[in-house]
């Protein structure tokens, strides 16, 4: 298989292109902050993590590590300072990508201008705090075996596999974990929960996945194409913003290819409320939507150039009532585009809306989100 980027002309092209696939950007870099520099805080089951300084700054950031450094704190998770990382950095995806990619990413990283920026203590609670804990879960959880392409299936299939498990990492969003923040295993890209959003099923199940998406309806989405069904929002936005959509064609077609051919999963993430509840709320929705929504998405639902997308359609409408639950409470910061304000209504308030805009404009869902189900997204959002 040809190493990233195989077709740009220096080592540091090509690391900079791994670089976006693997989306390192986003995570060491603080809002408003300088690039690589850390200082991003990543919330996590276990308290919060700020990023360290990921720049050639030889007292701050990795200047003076090797290149052979580097590369097991990328794929292994072991840091020369510090010894074992937490897997919040996405070193479980990463240990699958090649010798040549890793070997560029590194060229790339030391060619970044330094910046001076101290690390942070990370402020895990009790036992999470504590690394050399880690060294029990790696046994159980890290599976550090090198990519080996499938001959059953095509290079470009193969291509895709390679990046959607390892430097996209795509299953850190979207593969379920257990108690202890490992993959369930048996459930490879079914959907997970990641920052209060349903990060949903990528594989082509009919009734809860990726089924009724054609290869070409994937390959727009995450190219960061226009499409009639609605493009990425919420963490996903920068998934593509800064990764994919920088990516060439035959990449992204290729991880396009191998989310169409896996085994489909089922995995039903919401349950419906009884006939009668369900009508009521929607139709309060309803009331709601006018009241709140249909100033910038109208009341079709069909949005205004420049102002608000459109609702109607949308791919996040089919998913799961917490992805329209979340940017009402939330917001969406927009990252370059427009943002949308978050909402002060009253939980019952939000969960008809989100039932309503489900049942109106994504094609007769049935109403799921409940008040409790709020509630609880907003009591994460602290
Ligand atoms: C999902 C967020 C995330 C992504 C994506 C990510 N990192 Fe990290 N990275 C972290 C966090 C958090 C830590 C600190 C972990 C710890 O303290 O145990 C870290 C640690 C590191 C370290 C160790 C630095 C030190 O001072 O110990 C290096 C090197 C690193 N990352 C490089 C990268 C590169 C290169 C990429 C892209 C291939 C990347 N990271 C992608 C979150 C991320
Ligand atoms: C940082 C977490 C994160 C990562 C990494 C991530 N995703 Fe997502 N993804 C999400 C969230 C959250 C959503 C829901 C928002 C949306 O639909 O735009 C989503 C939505 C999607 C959707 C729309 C599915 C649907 O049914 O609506 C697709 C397709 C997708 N992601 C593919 C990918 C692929 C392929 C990768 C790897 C290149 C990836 N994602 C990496 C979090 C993530
Ligand atoms: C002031 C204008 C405005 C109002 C009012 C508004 N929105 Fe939005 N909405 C936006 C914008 C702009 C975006 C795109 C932001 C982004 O994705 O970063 C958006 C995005 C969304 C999304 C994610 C889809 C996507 O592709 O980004 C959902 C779901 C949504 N809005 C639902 C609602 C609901 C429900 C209400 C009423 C409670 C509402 N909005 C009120 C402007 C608005």
């Not at 949903?200 to 070409?216: C, I, R, V, Y």
Request: proline share 7%; hydrophobic share 40%.
């Amino acid at each position: 298989m040809p190493p990233l980027g195989a077709a740009l002309s220096s080592e540091v092209e090509r690391g900079a292109y791994v670089a976006r696939a693997a989306d390192c950007a986003p995570c060491h870099t603080a809002p408003g902050g300088k690039a690589f520099a850390g200082g991003q805080v990543l919330k996590t089951d276990f308290g919060a993590m700020t990023s360290p300084n990921i720049t050639p700054d030889p007292e701050t950031g990795i200047g003076g590590w090797t290149q052979e450094e580097f590369s097991r704190a990328v794929r292994e998770g072991v840091a020369p300072h510090l010894g074992l990382l937490y897997p919040t950095m996405s070193y479980p995806s990463y240990a699958k990508m090649s010798d040549a990619d890793v070997n560029a990413l590194y060229a790339y990283m030391m060619s970044i201008p330094p910046v001076r920026a101290p690390r942070q203590e990370q402020e895990l609670s009790f036992p999470f705090n504590i690394r050399f804990l880690l060294a029990g879960w790696r046994k159980v959880f890290f599976d550090n075996s090198e990519f080996v392409p499938d001959s059953s299936l095509n290079d470009t299939v193969n291509r895709g596999a390679y990046l959607v498990l390892g430097a996209a990492h795509c299953a850190e969003c979207h593969t379920p974990r257990n108690a202890l923040g490992g993959f369930d295993s048996s459930k490879p890209l079914a959907g997970a929960v990641i920052d209060g959003y349903w990060a949903p099923n990528l594989t082509p199940d009919p009734k809860t996945g990726l089924g009724s998406w054609s290869e070409d309806e994937i390959f727009a989405y995450l190219s960061g194409k226009p499409s009639s069904r609605g493009g990425p929002f919420g963490p996903m936005h920068d998934v593509v913003a800064n990764g994919t959509a920088h990516l060439t064609e035959g990449d992204v077609r290729a991880m396009a290819a191998y989310l169409s051919q896996l085994k489909p999963i089922e995995n039903a993430h919401e349950i419906p409320l009884d006939r009668a509840a369900g009508e009521a709320s929607i139709a309060r929705g309803y009331v709601a939507y006018k009241a709140n929504c249909a100033a910038c998405h109208r009341d079709s639902g069909a949005g205004v150039r420049g102002l608000a997308p459109a609702l109607s359609g949308h791919h996040a409408l089919a998913v799961a009532s917490q992805n329209v639950v979340l940017p009402v409470i939330a917001g969406l910061s927009g990252k370059g585009r427009i943002a949308m304000p978050a909402f002060k209504l009253n939980d019952q308030t939000v969960a008809d809306i989100a039932n309503y805009v489900r049942n109106a404009m994504g094609g007769g869902v049935d109403a799921t989100a409940t008040a409790a189900q709020v509630a609880a997204a907003r009591a994460k959002l602290h």
